[in-house]
């Protein structure tokens, strides 16, 4: 079938505009990675000596194996609900386009946690099936290219054709976990019927899609790149700042206590807005592709 992408496009504007509360689920996980940051400056002995006090005070090599097995531990303990946190605004956010591409005026964002419910283990067990996928192919690559490198130094050379064969690869995944995650909330499929539900979609309009993750991608990262690259800037002073300041540990902290968090928030304000409405486009994809229609929103939810 012919793919209108100014249709699918100007449906997926009018989702991620109209309903800001997408962008809030979208910032939840940075936000909770706001807490790992100060475990992780605080529990590396490398960036004890810029620390100030008392976290640069040394410590017995016996303390020091301590503190660091306790916050790994600790992060341990944080990532677990983040991954849980992941999967869940995933849901939430196709769950509540859906509902906007279908003409809902507005939803709260209880409501969207609310209506994505039924699905989430469904949803977990579709991520945790490509996320262990594809660690499995770089774990598999990394131990060739370790191997590789014990027998003869030029072996990584041999290897680069395949670290290029991964990009259509992850592409190609990519695609079909977005639509398996639409099919499986649109029409309450099952984990299996979604994954070949979403292989047929994606055999039957291969370049629509393909051509659609490409322009997804490359917006996304152009737009972020408006944001991200200013905040790197300061980055490049560090040097000067160190050696005009009497303790380097001053502008340590400040790149670490402030420069930083405060990249992290922009990120995050930035990453849950653009994904808010990539996740969007793949519902309205999904919809399109399966010749459904959409009624025009036009009131404005609010988080």
């Not at 991200?228 to 005009?244: R, V």
């Amino acid at each position: 079938m012919n793919f209108d992408f100014g249709e699918v496009l100007r449906r997926t504007w009018n989702i991620g505009w109209n309903h800001k509360v997408l962008w809030v689920y979208q910032m939840l996980p940075g936000l909770l990675g706001l807490l790992i940051m100060p475990i992780f400056f605080l529990g590396n002995p490398a960036f004890a000596p810029f620390l100030p006090e008392p976290f640069s005070r040394p410590m017995s090599d016996t303390n020091t194996i301590r503190f660091v097995i306790f916050t790994m531990v600790a992060t341990a303990i944080l990532l677990i609900p983040a991954m849980f946190l992941g999967v869940l605004v995933q849901g939430a956010t196709t769950f509540g386009a859906l509902e906007a591409d279908k003409g809902a005026g507005k939803f709260s964002f209880r409501e969207g946690i609310k209506g994505s419910m039924p699905y989430f283990w469904r949803m977990f067990g579709l991520y945790a099936l490509f996320g262990t996928i594809w660690a499995a192919v770089v774990f598999a690559l990394v131990a060739l290219n370790i191997a590789g490198s014990l027998v003869t130094f030029i072996a990584p050379v041999f290897l680069m054709p395949l670290i290029f064969l991964l990009i259509p690869f992850f592409l190609l995944g990519y695609i079909l976990l977005q639509l398996a995650q639409a099919a499986l909330i649109i029409d309450n499929m099952t984990m299996q019927a979604a994954l070949a539900r979403s292989w047929q979609m994606f055999r039957s309009n291969i370049l629509a899609v393909v051509l659609l993750m490409l322009m997804l991608y490359v917006a996304t990262s152009i737009i972020s790149s408006i944001f991200i690259f200013p905040m790197m800037i300061p980055m490049g002073f560090l040097p000067f700042a160190i050696q005009s300041a009497n303790d380097v540990r001053t502008p340590f902290a400040l790149i670490f206590f402030v420069f930083f968090p405060a990249m992290t928030i922009v990120m995050t304000v930035v990453q849950g807005i653009l994904m808010a409405f990539f996740q969007a486009a793949w519902v309205v994809t999904y919809r399109y592709l399966s010749g459904r229609q959409n009624t025009p929103v036009v009131v404005e939810a609010h988080a």
